[in-house]
């Protein structure tokens, strides 16, 4: 990453925000689909702490970790 020039880093970074913003968005519609009424910014904290449990080595895969931690969480 390092050997990037500054525009590359700059593109991957605005890639990389997207993405989380946009799988934040999923996990928002997903919880107003099933009947949970949880604010935005409420679900970017979450799906942080969620990826931070993913990263503990608990299971095999990470198999059940992130439904745990979005029942514990919410």
């Known amino acids: 990453f390092q050997r990037l020039p500054a525009r590359a880093r700059a593109i991957v970074l605005a890639a990389t925000i997207a993405c989380e913003l946009g799988n934040a968005a999923a996990l928002w ?3 107003r ?3 949970v009424t ?6 970017l904290w979450i799906r942080g702490l969620l990826q931070l449990a993913l990263l503990l080595p608990l299971s095999i895969g990470g198999l059940g970790i ?6 514990a969480l919410g």
Do not use: I, K
Request: glycine share 6%.
């Open 33 to 35: 689909a099933v009947g």
């Open 29 to 31: 519609t997903f919880a």
């Open 38 to 43: 949880v604010d935005y910014p409420s679900v």
């Open 66 to 71: 992130r439904e745990a931690s979005l029942v």
